[in-house]
């Protein structure tokens, strides 16, 4: 064998880009070609090493599949299976056509402009997003909206934990509750980093009990498997709480008392009593007996519960309302609702509270911290359900009545507060408080936090969020408003999507719905690959790959790991930009330009990246992307740390302070046990509903949680017997990786990853056999889909368990376009406002199914 | 005096591109020069721009010069800032899932 | 000196990073699978264990591919690793029917994954690859020639790997085997195979 002749033999620390964890690489390139790419053993957050789709991420770039030039649609007929008639090209052309469209419709009326992103970069994306807003658009929509990720955990994230989402601390948990989530287990967030940490909290001796339908990848792991019935997770906590406050006694008062609103005083309006003076909130000091204002000096201490009397009115503390609240629902209530035992309840109960370990400390740092070594995790399983801000409630409630919230050993908001690099002090944000002492985030990924809510006004997006300021993001009615725009009284419609990255016609609902409510949109797509999407597009732009990319940050809120180090990641290019592909980010800039709205997109750069003097840019000025990010990397961590340093270094950290992972005893923000504005924010929500004639079903704005079916509960026609569920698995992200020949390869040895489980006595039932095609029908989208069964004990007898976005059907996805590689859940997802929480705007992912051996095998 | 305004985003489609000329009195105060504004050019840039207790909604920032206003009742004309221009920044949450 | 493995189950989640990143370090072509994961399930509802076994060349001390090699292409290093010497192979497969874990793979022609021509990355790598011979895990020779663990072991996500001379008593893997009883896989077959897995 003769080995080539070495003239370039390099490894280029970046950052990898397959989904939003962010993991640092180290890429080798050898003569111009990428041989191999590993983690980069000095992150501190994959802390150098990869999952699945990171190894792979060479066959992303080499695939021949990936759109090479600009592809310009001749078919004027636009459908999910018709084929575009795609012609290539210039990029000149392409340019000249995208900016002339945006610079008319940015003159009628900015509006109708539409951006939809995929929610793996965050890079192109939110720099999309900046684009957006100097554009004057508010109308923007990530693929999050869908089946595939949070929408009210997020919600609660940011008004419990100050954050996105959370972990549970990996160094100290002890036993994690963990409703279906798979962080450690090769999806959610921080994806490398966590797998390390949650394995070595497991051979520290953490106790996991996994509340999961299917014995899923995350499941398998756990020390319990607990099976429930899907759609029910908040009922279980309910019960949960039943025990802890009713039977148990355990709840702790001290946290509650300083960290929460549980002594705020309710009156019999459901709101808070405020004083005649200053109308802060008040609370009973049982020491004085009297009321004052919650920050008031001379507070000695506060009560949780009690009847008190103000003026002649009832005020009695939000805590007392919430355990009073709490009665009906024992463990024999939620015992036919979620198929576990009511024995079964009260033991993880006790386990739970026990493990908390209510009251007592421990020292970091020569710092004494209150020590609650339990976590509940949840994620867009258990809270994508038509009663999803009830649900995250009673679930989220579990961590507060504990204390376990920010504290070490419980969960921790990923990542809550950053005081900055020790020279520059940047990034920097703290949770913080409003005037009635409520928790306030440092720091979101929109503007503005959901708390405190935006006033509830008339119609001015096309997703229903400006009436409903509880959407922490991306909204699940989108579609149904961008159908019918008239309906809702939204006084334009959409007449243009920049489409970045998001494959949502196929990672949303029911395909069918989301092409009729885009099909007469025009569509500039930036895409790695022609898939389902693009089939909507007039234009596609070839994008640049992370491994052929520059981005202005790699890393996010939530791509930090929780404990350890802050680590900032550089994403440099590994090798030119293949062909004609090209970085979404200059691509912007370049139409920025062309559209003469050069000052406005840098105004708007300067206030949402934070570049300060002498680092903001200059209207008067044209820079380069590459001066751009240098000046972004030194505004935030000095002047030596600008593009150079970060390309010959590849990652910034420095160490976390106890004060910044277990931020809550620090702060004298509190967080709500009872959510005192949900209410009133539902009546006004109502108001403008039926004032443009909308009918909004906004009951479930309440500020104590309960429990209510889901559609699917209620659906049981005698055939659909079944509950259809979706789950991440290790070897694929959403639906972007199913091409990429290395994951196919593993995805099919796997037994599950293409195929439907389904229950052994449940399929013998139906006369299906392993490997058998099995027709799945759903009842509310009136849709089929077809998969092959593979059996297992491993699952709750009703249910049948789908991994992934697969089921693709792109002629341009070669590798992927297969009947045997997976099913498109979405198939089995209604749109609709009926399959939409109203509250948070989140998406139900619940169905029910008629499910049967197919006539036709293979 | 005279003062310059422009905005920026989610604000253009009611207040337009172009900058805004107005003359106002020496004591004006942000606040004052926004009312001048919102009778120019509509009750629609009240909606955009405030919320019903008549303060900014959090997602306008307002720029006298080149520093950020930290309230509504701050002076446009004091010696620092005589003649500069305001800019008022409407953003938006355009996305997030 | 032996070189040997430890694959801790209990640390384990059967991701496939460890499949693929061997197969991104050492290139190997569609169907060839140095190192794979299988799941194991065993118990009835709601008692359900499902374990996740990661699979590759055994490198046993009593190897019984070398035994049947006719050309010796197959040998035994003096470090413990059971190699082939691709010039030496045949083709002749005698080693995969006598090889009892079933981790020996044939390249009957040349394979491409997109079936459009070999990629950048294939044309540099399978250089490494000739037709017609066996192949396998050689416990990454040439990383270890660095002074590197093999790409499974540095990659692994959970750390579930530990590499290592099971001759020294004082070795991690050593150490980990015998503090947390590690086991061979199908130790009846008198192979002595020089990778331990710790239980679940």
Same mark, same amino acid.
């Given at each position: 064998?003769?080995?080539?002749?070495?003239?370039?033999?390099?490894?280029?620390?970046?950052?990898?880009?397959?989904?939003?964890?962010?993991?640092?690489?180290?890429?080798?390139?050898?003569?111009?070609?990428?041989?191999?790419?590993?983690?980069?053993?000095?992150?501190?957050?994959?802390? $150098? #090493?990869?999952?699945?789709?990171?190894?792979?991420?060479?066959?992303?770039?080499?695939?021949?599949?990936?759109?090479?030039?600009?592809?310009?649609?001749?078919? +004027?007929?636009?459908?999910?299976?018709?084929?575009?008639?795609?012609?290539?090209?210039?990029?000149?052309?392409?340019?000249?056509?995208?900016?002339?469209?945006?610079?008319?419709?940015?003159?009628?009326?900015?509006?109708?402009?539409?951006?939809?992103?995929?929610?793996?970069?965050?890079?192109?994306?939110?720099?999309?997003?900046?684009?957006?807003?100097?554009?004057?658009?508010?109308?923007?929509?990530?693929?999050?909206?869908?089946?595939?990720?949070?929408?009210?955990?997020?919600?609660?994230?940011?008004?419990?934990?100050?954050?996105?989402?959370?972990?549970?601390?990996?160094?100290?948990?002890?036993?994690?509750?963990?409703?279906?989530?798979?962080?450690?287990?090769?999806?959610?967030?921080?994806?490398?980093?966590?797998?390390?940490?949650?394995?070595?909290?497991?051979?520290?001796?953490?106790?996991?009990?996994?509340?999961?339908?299917?014995?899923?990848?995350?499941?398998?792991?756990?020390?319990?498997?607990?099976?429930?019935?899907?759609?029910?997770?908040?009922?279980?906590?309910?019960?949960?709480?039943?025990?802890?406050?009713? *039977?148990?006694?355990?709840? =702790?008062?001290?946290?509650?008392?300083?960290?929460?609103?549980?002594?705020?005083?309710?009156?019999?309006?459901?709101?808070?009593?405020?004083?005649?003076? *200053?109308?802060?909130?008040?609370?009973?000091?049982?020491?004085?007996?009297?009321?004052?204002?919650?920050?008031?000096?001379?507070?000695?201490?506060?009560?949780?519960?009690?009847?008190?009397?103000? =003026?002649?009115?009832?005020?009695?503390?939000?805590?007392?309302?919430?355990?009073?609240?709490?009665?009906?629902?024992?463990? *024999?209530?939620?015992?036919?609702?979620?198929? !576990?035992?009511?024995?079964?309840?009260?033991?993880?109960?006790?386990?739970?509270?026990?493990?908390?370990?209510?009251?007592?400390?421990?020292?970091?740092?020569?710092?004494?911290?209150?020590?609650?070594?339990?976590?509940?995790?949840?994620?867009?399983?258990?809270?994508?359900?038509?009663?999803?801000?009830?649900?995250?409630?009673?679930?989220?409630?579990?961590?507060?009545?504990?204390?376990?919230?920010?504290?070490?050993?419980?969960?921790?908001?990923?990542?809550?507060?950053?005081? $900055?690099?020790?020279?520059?002090?940047?990034?920097?944000?703290?949770?913080?408080?409003?005037?009635?002492?409520?928790?306030?985030?440092?720091?979101?990924?929109?503007?503005?936090?959901?708390? +405190?809510?935006?006033?509830?006004?008339?119609?001015?997006?096309?997703?229903?969020?400006?009436?409903?300021?509880?959407?922490?993001?991306?909204?699940?009615?989108?579609?149904?408003?961008?159908?019918?725009?008239?309906?809702?009284?939204?006084?334009?419609?959409?007449?243009?999507?920049?489409?970045?990255?998001?494959?949502?016609?196929?990672?949303?609902?029911? +395909?069918?719905?989301?092409?009729?409510?885009?099909?007469?949109?025009?569509?500039?797509?930036?895409?790695?690959?022609?898939?389902?999407?693009?089939? &909507?597009?007039?234009?596609?732009?070839?994008?640049?790959?992370?491994?052929?990319?520059?981005?202005?940050?790699?890393?996010?809120?939530?791509?930090?790991?929780?404990?350890?180090?802050?680590?900032?990641?550089?994403?440099?290019?590994?090798?030119?930009?293949?062909?004609?592909?090209?970085?979404?980010?200059?691509?912007?800039?370049?139409?920025?330009?062309?559209?003469?709205?050069?000052?406005?997109?840098?105004?708007?750069?300067?206030?949402?990246?934070?570049?300060?003097?002498?680092?903001?840019?200059?209207?008067?000025?044209?820079?380069?992307?590459?001066?751009?990010?240098?000046?972004?990397?030194?505004?935030?961590?000095?002047?030596?740390?600008?593009?150079?340093?970060?390309?010959?270094?590849?990652?910034?950290?420095?160490?976390?302070?106890?004060?910044?992972?277990?931020?809550?005893?620090?702060?004298?923000?509190?967080?709500?046990?009872?959510?005192?504005?949900?209410?009133?924010?539902?009546?006004?929500?109502?108001?403008?509903?039926?004032?443009?004639?909308?009918?909004?079903?906004?009951?479930?704005?309440?500020? &104590?949680?309960?429990?209510?079916?889901? #559609?699917?509960?209620?659906?049981?026609?005698?055939?659909?017997?079944?509950?259809?569920?979706?789950?991440?698995?290790?070897?694929?992200?959403?639906?972007?990786?199913?091409?990429?020949?290395?994951?196919?390869?593993?995805?099919?040895?796997?037994?599950?990853?293409? #195929? %439907?489980?389904?229950?052994?006595?449940?399929?013998?039932?139906?006369?299906?056999?392993?490997?058998?095609?099995?027709?799945?029908?759903?009842?509310?989208?009136?849709?089929?889909?077809?998969?092959?069964?593979?059996?297992?004990?491993?699952?709750?007898?009703?249910?049948?368990?789908?991994?992934?976005?697969?089921?693709?059907?792109?002629?341009?996805?070669?590798?992927?376009?297969?009947?045997?590689?997976?099913?498109?859940?979405?198939?089995?997802?209604?749109?609709?406002? =009926?399959? %939409?929480?109203?509250?948070?705007?989140?998406?139900?992912?619940?169905?029910?199914?008629?499910?049967?051996?197919?006539?036709?095998?293979? | 005096?005279?003062?310059?305004?422009?905005?920026?985003?989610?604000?253009?489609?009611?207040?337009?591109?172009?900058?805004?000329?107005?003359?106002?009195?020496?004591?004006?105060?942000?606040?004052?020069?926004?009312?001048?504004?919102?009778?120019?050019?509509?009750?629609?840039?009240?909606?955009?721009?405030?919320?019903?207790?008549?303060?900014?909604?959090?997602?306008?920032?307002?720029? !006298?010069?080149?520093?950020?206003?930290?309230?509504?009742?701050?002076?446009?004309?004091?010696?620092?800032?005589?003649?500069?221009?305001?800019?008022?920044?409407?953003?938006?949450?355009?996305?997030?899932? | 000196?032996?070189?040997?493995?430890?694959?801790?189950?209990?640390?384990?989640?059967?991701?496939?990073?460890?499949?693929?990143?061997?197969?991104?370090?050492?290139?190997?072509?569609?169907?060839?699978?140095?190192?794979?994961?299988?799941?194991?399930?065993?118990?009835?509802?709601?008692?359900?264990?499902?374990?996740?076994?990661?699979?590759?060349?055994?490198?046993?001390?009593?190897?019984?591919?070398?035994?049947?090699?006719?050309?010796?292409?197959?040998?035994?290093?003096?470090?413990?690793?059971? =190699?082939?010497?691709?010039?030496?192979?045949?083709?002749?497969?005698?080693?995969?029917?006598?090889?009892?874990?079933?981790?020996?793979?044939?390249?009957?022609?040349?394979?491409?994954?997109?079936?459009?021509?070999?990629?950048?990355?294939?044309?540099?790598?399978?250089?490494?690859?000739?037709?017609?011979?066996?192949?396998?895990?050689?416990?990454?020779?040439?990383?270890?020639?660095?002074?590197?663990?093999?790409?499974?072991?540095?990659?692994?996500?959970?750390?579930?790997?530990?590499?290592?001379?099971?001759?020294?008593?004082?070795?991690?893997?050593?150490?980990?085997?015998?503090?947390?009883?590690?086991?061979?896989?199908?130790?009846?077959?008198?192979?002595?195979?020089?990778?331990?897995?710790?239980?679940?």
């Amino acid at each position: 064998m003769e080995s080539a002749q070495v003239q370039d033999d390099r490894w280029i620390p970046t950052a990898c880009g397959a989904c939003y964890s962010v993991c640092a690489l180290l890429v080798h390139r050898v003569n111009g070609t990428v041989v191999k790419i590993e983690g980069n053993p000095d992150s501190a957050t994959n802390l $150098g #090493r990869l999952c699945p789709r990171g190894v792979s991420g060479i066959m992303t770039l080499y695939n021949p599949h990936r759109v090479d030039v600009p592809l310009k649609r001749t078919n +004027p007929q636009k459908g999910l299976d018709i084929d575009p008639g795609w012609v290539e090209i210039t990029w000149e052309e392409a340019l000249e056509v995208v900016a002339a469209r945006l610079k008319k419709i940015r003159q009628e009326d900015p509006r109708k402009l539409l951006l939809t992103g995929t929610v793996t970069t965050h890079d192109e994306v939110p720099f999309a997003k900046i684009f957006a807003m100097a554009f004057g658009t508010p109308n923007g929509w990530n693929s999050g909206a869908g089946n595939h990720c949070g929408t009210a955990e997020h919600l609660f994230g940011a008004l419990l934990h100050a954050s996105w989402s959370k972990q549970p601390d990996p160094d100290h948990c002890r036993y994690l509750l963990n409703f279906g989530t798979a962080s450690g287990f090769g999806s959610y967030y921080c994806v490398s980093g966590m797998a390390q940490r949650i394995a070595d909290a497991r051979l520290r001796g953490m106790k996991h009990v996994a509340i999961d339908p299917f014995l899923s990848p995350s499941a398998e792991k756990a020390d319990e498997w607990i099976p429930i019935r899907p759609g029910t997770d908040g009922a279980l906590a309910l019960a949960l709480l039943y025990v802890l406050l009713h *039977e148990l006694n355990i709840c =702790d008062s001290d946290y509650l008392k300083h960290h929460t609103n549980g002594p705020y005083l309710i009156g019999d309006d459901g709101l808070y009593l405020r004083d005649a003076k *200053e109308q802060l909130p008040l609370v009973w000091d049982p020491a004085d007996g009297a009321a004052k204002p919650f920050n008031s000096a001379t507070v000695r201490d506060f009560a949780l519960e009690g009847e008190f009397s103000l =003026d002649g009115a009832r005020a009695r503390p939000a805590f007392s309302l919430l355990k009073e609240h709490l009665k009906p629902f024992t463990p *024999e209530w939620a015992e036919p609702i979620t198929a !576990i035992p009511a024995a079964t309840i009260r033991r993880i109960a006790k386990e739970f509270g026990t493990e908390a370990r209510i009251g007592s400390t421990i020292a970091l740092d020569g710092k004494v911290l209150p020590y609650r070594p339990v976590a509940v995790m949840y994620f867009k399983g258990a809270q994508g359900h038509k009663n999803a801000l009830l649900t995250c409630m009673a679930l989220e409630l579990l961590t507060e009545i504990v204390g376990a919230s920010n504290v070490p050993g419980g969960l921790l908001g990923m990542n809550a507060c950053s005081l $900055g690099h020790p020279d520059t002090g940047g990034p920097k944000w703290i949770p913080h408080s409003d005037r009635d002492g409520l928790m306030v985030t440092g720091y979101w990924p929109n503007i503005p936090p959901p708390y +405190p809510p935006k006033e509830v006004k008339e119609p001015e997006t096309i997703d229903l969020r400006s009436m409903v300021p509880t959407c922490p993001g991306s909204s699940g009615a989108l579609p149904v408003v961008m159908a019918d725009p008239k309906r809702f009284k939204v006084p334009y419609e959409i007449e243009m999507n920049l489409h970045v990255g998001s494959n949502y016609l196929m990672t949303f609902a029911n +395909p069918k719905a989301v092409e009729a409510a885009f099909r007469n949109v025009f569509q500039v797509s930036f895409a790695l690959f022609l898939d389902e999407s693009t089939y &909507l597009s007039d234009i596609v732009l070839p994008a640049a790959s992370y491994l052929e990319r520059l981005s202005h940050t790699a890393d996010w809120m939530s791509s930090n790991s929780p404990v350890g180090e802050w680590c900032y990641h550089i994403r440099q290019p590994v090798v030119d930009p293949i062909a004609q592909r090209r970085s979404v980010c200059e691509v912007l800039l370049e139409l920025a330009e062309r559209m003469e709205m050069r000052e406005d997109f840098y105004a708007f750069i300067n206030l949402v990246l934070h570049l300060k003097e002498p680092y903001a840019l200059d209207g008067a000025n044209r820079y380069s992307w590459e001066e751009i990010v240098d000046r972004r990397h030194k505004s935030f961590f000095g002047e030596e740390h600008g593009l150079e340093w970060f390309k010959e270094h590849g990652l910034l950290k420095w160490p976390k302070k106890v004060e910044e992972v277990y931020w809550k005893p620090f702060s004298h923000a509190r967080v709500p046990i009872y959510f005192e504005w949900f209410k009133p924010l539902g009546e006004k929500v109502k108001g403008m509903s039926q004032k443009l004639g909308i009918d909004l079903d906004t009951s479930a704005f309440q500020p &104590l949680p309960e429990w209510r079916p889901c #559609r699917s509960h209620r659906e049981n026609g005698s055939d659909y017997d079944l509950y259809a569920i979706y789950y991440k698995f290790p070897m694929q992200t959403f639906s972007g990786t199913y091409d990429n020949p290395w994951l196919d390869e593993v995805s099919q040895i796997d037994r599950f990853a293409y #195929r %439907v489980a389904i229950h052994t006595e449940t399929a013998r039932r139906k006369g299906i056999s392993e490997g058998d095609w099995m027709e799945i029908a759903s009842v509310s989208s009136g849709n089929i889909i077809r998969g092959r069964a593979a059996l297992t004990e491993g699952i709750h007898p009703e249910v049948i368990a789908i991994a992934g976005c697969g089921g693709h059907w792109s002629k341009f996805l070669p590798i992927a376009n297969h009947e045997e590689k997976g099913l498109c859940f979405e198939w089995l997802m209604p749109v609709g406002l =009926d399959n %939409v929480d109203i509250p948070s705007l989140t998406q139900d992912q619940c169905v029910k199914v008629r499910v049967v051996k197919a006539k036709e095998q293979g | 005096m005279q003062v310059r305004v422009r905005f920026y985003g989610f604000v253009q489609d009611v207040a337009g591109a172009s900058p805004h000329a107005l003359d106002v009195p020496e004591r004006s105060t942000l606040r004052n020069l926004l009312e001048l504004l919102v009778e120019r050019v509509g009750e629609r840039l009240r909606e955009r721009l405030f919320n019903k207790a008549g303060e900014l909604e959090a997602n306008v920032q307002v720029f !006298i010069g080149d520093s950020q206003a930290g309230s509504l009742e701050e002076l446009l004309g004091d010696d620092q800032r005589f003649g500069a221009e305001v800019k008022v920044f409407v953003l938006t949450a355009t996305a997030g899932g | 000196m032996r070189y040997g493995m430890v694959i801790d189950l209990k640390r384990c989640i059967g991701c496939t990073g460890c499949s693929l990143v061997c197969k991104a370090e050492n290139a190997t072509p569609p169907g060839v699978l140095w190192l794979r994961v299988v799941k194991n399930e065993s118990g009835k509802y709601p008692q359900v264990r499902r374990v996740s076994m990661p699979l590759q060349c055994m490198h046993c001390a009593e190897p019984p591919c070398v035994e049947v090699c006719p050309t010796g292409a197959t040998y035994k290093r003096s470090n413990g690793i059971v =190699d082939i010497d691709a010039d030496k192979c045949v083709g002749c497969r005698y080693c995969m029917m006598a090889c009892p874990y079933d981790q020996r793979f044939f390249l009957s022609e040349e394979r491409q994954y997109f079936g459009e021509g070999l990629t950048p990355f294939e044309t540099h790598g399978y250089r490494r690859h000739q037709q017609g011979v066996v192949s396998k895990c050689n416990f990454c020779v040439p990383r270890l020639e660095q002074g590197l663990e093999p790409a499974c072991v540095a990659n692994c996500m959970t750390k579930a790997r530990a590499f290592g001379d099971l001759d020294d008593p004082h070795s991690e893997a050593s150490k980990l085997i015998r503090d947390r009883a590690g086991y061979q896989l199908y130790p009846e077959l008198g192979t002595n195979p020089s990778i331990y897995y710790l239980p679940p």
